[in-house]
């Protein structure tokens, strides 16, 4: 290694203590800052949070229920986390929704770094972990109520049981046995999606290593029984609790169905191939080198069990979702362990190996990044400081300045270190910059804009109109946001735009929420009774929701 230890202070690093407190305290700082520092955005996290609220105001924890009715289309895990948190913190908070993601990605990064450990070196693990940690969508996903980062955990702690059964031991069998009782957990989480992306990952390695025969080896029909047991403890009651209905949605429409037709989020194959690396994000930047590194400069590497261990499980999962219709950035997050364990790994090589080229470059390139957002962020504080420029939402021009200039230094500070193949250094610094432009975006940034993406205003409102006499109803517009932030858990859903002009025209004191771009198709296609008035409009996200009235 050129640089083991370049300054005394970074002999820490190589302490096993001070790993684990590097990786918890980065990983607290990166997704526990300033985590109630919005509110619940549409569209994922008011809905989760309000079929967890339901549960825990009903008392119904078999069937998830949202808006009053049956909600089909996850099972209930993640539901009823949340609901545990909320209860154990004294009631719902944005602290308590979005706890259950922020501790999956803390024991994620932390899994992260003991299977590098494992597979590879320590050092490795190390580096996975910080990458995992800092790119966009994990450190985004990690904050937010979203199902995919616990069932990201599930999903990965049935890898790591897997391989540590596969390499043999005294524990095989256990380790065996967790595998599939992780399965079974992540398939309650979300889905078929939590048996299918470890099946065909393993399966895939096992062909590539030349050892398919060894699956007979992981206890299959000891471990299938406790897979099919953990999930029939919960299916069996659910599906006699919620009827016939129920039972074919959640086995076959939010299964098989949706995958196949993509009756939701519909995206075109090569969805992915563009996505992925603006999500991954400034890690991608490895890619190509670690790609020419692993397969031109040092292919034996690929020949190792865990090297194709890791490749199995990152490209078996991208073929999986690009070949489904319905894709979302998201889905693919249980596929982040896998990439950064080998870029951990190929900047471990590279190092040791005096390779330097290989690492140089993308860090130079890391370095003009930050040199030129700290540029971005100087030029942008003096137009706003001066009001040259009018944008919707407020920043700081003060916050901005200072962000520009430790960007920029830290920029200029990174090219030099990576000039003088300081490249530990050079790595070190650039998790500080973008743990830095993590903090300032939380604390700085997406505060700034949560007028324009929360339903909170939009739930006071409705709270300050309605009164008792008066009835809420909804056009076509699923609004969980506004069950949860007025507490109202039953909202009428009107499909048709006929049977609203009845509503309106027949019934007294209404007030309706609806889309504007619905709001004025009905105007110009049917006719509307006179007496209906728009009382406030209101922006969520990209949408603009009225809320019209028929009261006198």
């Known amino acids: 290694m050129s640089d083991k230890n370049p300054f005394p202070y970074l002999a820490c690093l190589e302490n096993e203590t001070f790993r684990w407190i590097l990786i918890i305290g980065l990983g607290i700082v990166i997704f526990f800052s300033n985590i109630s520092g919005w509110d619940l955005w549409n569209p994922d996290e008011p809905r989760y949070a309000q079929v967890a609220k339901e549960m825990v105001e009903t008392g119904e924890f078999i069937v998830p229920h949202l808006n009053g009715d049956i909600y089909p289309d996850k099972p209930p895990i993640f539901f009823w986390i949340i609901a545990a948190f909320s209860i154990l913190l004294g009631g719902f908070s944005e602290v308590s929704v979005r706890l259950p993601s922020a501790l999956s990605a803390i024991l994620i990064i932390a899994l992260t770094y003991k299977f590098g450990k494992k597979l590879f070196n320590s050092q490795a693990g190390l580096f996975s972990a910080l990458i995992l940690a800092t790119n966009v969508e994990f450190f985004w996903l990690g904050r937010r109520a979203n199902i995919d980062m616990t069932l990201t955990l599930f999903i990965f702690l049935s890898f790591y049981f897997y391989y540590l059964g596969y390499i043999g031991g005294k524990r095989e069998k256990v380790y065996y046995m967790l595998f599939y009782f992780f399965m079974g957990i992540a398939t309650l989480t979300k ?83 563009i996505n992925f690396p603006a999500d991954f994000a400034p890690w991608i930047i490895l890619i190509p080198w670690a790609i020419y590194y692993f397969y031109f400069v040092n292919p034996e590497v690929r020949k190792n069990s865990e090297f194709k261990f890791c490749f199995a499980w990152f490209v078996a999962t991208f073929i999986f979702f690009s070949l489904s219709s319905g894709k979302r950035n998201l889905y693919l997050l249980p596929a982040y362990p896998a990439i950064t364990l080998l870029l951990g790994y190929f900047i471990d090589r590279s190092i040791a190996t005096g ?85 300032f975006t939380v604390f700085s940034v997406l505060p700034k804009i949560n007028r324009v993406k929360s339903p909170k205003f939009l739930g006071e409102k409705i709270v300050s109109l309605v009164k008792r006499e008066d009835k809420l109803i909804k056009y076509r517009y ?73 009261k006198l």
């Open 191 to 273: 889905g078929p999606v939590g048996f299918i992306i470890p099946l065909l990952s393993i399966f895939s390695f096992l062909i590539l290593n030349r050892d398919i025969k060894a699956f007979a080896k992981s206890y299959p029909v000891a471990g299938f029984a406790v897979f099919f047991l953990v999930i029939l403890v919960w299916l069996i009651p659910a599906c006699i609790k919620g009827g016939e209905a129920y039972t074919h949605e959640i086995l076959f429409k939010q299964t098989v169905s949706r995958y196949t037709t993509g009756w939701s989020h519909q995206r075109p194959f090569y969805y992915y191939f």
């Open 478 to 550: 699923e609004g969980a946001g506004v069950n949860y932030y007025t507490g109202i858990n039953r909202i009428k859903d009107v499909k048709t735009p006929e049977k609203l002009i009845e509503i309106l025209e027949k019934e007294k004191n209404i007030y309706c929420l609806i889309r504007k771009r619905h709001y004025d198709f009905i105007q110009k296609k049917h006719k509307i009774s006179s007496n209906l008035k728009i009382v406030d409009e209101y922006r969520i996200g990209h949408r603009k929701i009225l809320i019209v009235t028929n």
């Open 355 to 439: 390779q330097n080229i290989f690492f140089k470059q993308p860090f130079y390139l890391l370095g003009i990044l930050f040199i030129i957002l700290g540029m971005g962020g100087g030029i942008l504080s003096f137009l706003l400081d001066y009001q040259v420029l009018d944008i919707p939402v407020s920043l700081t021009p003060c916050s901005l300045l200072i962000f520009g200039i430790l960007g920029f230094l830290g920029g200029v500070f990174m090219m030099v270190v990576v000039g003088k193949n300081l490249n530990l250094l050079s790595f070190y610094t650039g998790i500080g910059l973008l743990t830095l432009t993590i903090v």
